[in-house]
């Protein structure tokens, strides 16, 4: 059997999985061999050094000369409970195993996506890489539309990118008091990145909640209650992500109001008299 074959959408769908969301978080790393190919034909140059040129441009690399190295998914709810996490083909992470196990997903689940950036990067990322493997997901093309499919919350938040959001998911994430970035340098190896990985597809999650808040889906009251919940489930999976336990340490309570603390946050230095 192909891996296009494995892709298409099974004839019995698991019992209960209940997934109404896939939270995606992926990261990729510069392939050497392509940049040589393509932007240096006829030199004979080792990839090493088409990706140290490309290094000393100073420019980023596009997504079309990524492979992904990794990609963490969290199954959510109708109600938005954090069902599960995985991060693909662990603890191997080869590239092709894990753009097949991510559409085998999307057709299986049937689920809408959400990503932070996911249109801009994520997306192309394992769409490239479903073009270079031959990997079907045909309902996906199907439905693919700007408006009503995948929920890419960089988008949402920016008003359809009127403007940059500095700081991006970090700055976000620590809004509301979730750990945001834990990696000042950059992650060690595959199993680096990945948990790297896992730590961001959290903080998309934490963030998709908070921005139910804003359209009404969700209460604050139930919202507090789903990350209580969802910190509950991490905390049972630590033996297996220990990068779960630095995750949850790192949690503080917002200044103001966050996931599990009320009020509304006063601006730093603000006289207290001042209404």
């Not at 978080?25 to 088409?50: F, I, M, N, Q, T």
């Not at 000393?56 to 969290?74: G, M």
């Not at 408006?147 to 960089?154: E, K, N, V």
Request: hydrophobic share 45%; glycine share 8%; proline share 8%.
């Amino acid at each position: 059997m192909t891996l296009a074959e494995t892709n298409l959408r099974p004839t019995v769908p698991e019992a209960g999985t209940r997934t109404a969301f896939l939270v995606v978080a992926g990261a990729s790393v510069p392939d050497g061999k392509l940049l040589a190919s393509v932007r240096h034909p006829g030199e004979d140059l080792a990839p090493e050094d088409a990706l140290r040129r490309a290094q000393e441009s100073n420019e980023p690399i596009p997504v079309s000369f990524q492979t992904p190295v990794a990609v963490c998914v969290l199954r959510v709810a109708p109600d938005f409970t954090l069902l599960n996490f995985k991060c693909l083909d662990a603890p191997h992470f080869r590239p092709r195993e894990i753009v097949n196990q991510f559409w085998f997903g999307v057709t299986h689940y049937n689920a809408r996506l959400v990503t932070f950036n996911g249109r801009a990067f994520d997306l192309p990322l394992l769409e490239l890489a479903a073009f270079r493997y031959g990997i079907q997901a045909r309902d996906y093309y199907l439905a693919r539309d700007r408006y009503r499919g995948p929920i890419d919350l960089s988008d949402w938040l920016t008003n359809s990118g009127a403007y940059k959001l500095a700081g991006g998911l970090d700055v976000l994430a620590k809004l509301i008091g979730t750990p945001g970035r834990l990696f000042s340098a950059p992650a060690d190896g595959i199993a680096g990145i990945n948990d790297r990985c896992l730590c961001d597809a959290l903080d998309t999650y934490f963030v998709f909640l908070r921005t139910r808040v804003m359209t009404g889906d969700i209460t604050s009251d139930q919202e507090a209650a789903l990350v209580a919940g969802a910190k509950t489930l991490l905390s049972t999976k630590v033996t297996e992500a220990p990068v779960l336990g630095a995750y949850l340490a790192a949690w503080v309570a917002a200044p103001g109001r966050g996931p599990t603390a009320g009020g509304v946050p006063e601006p730093a230095g603000a006289d207290a008299g001042t209404p």
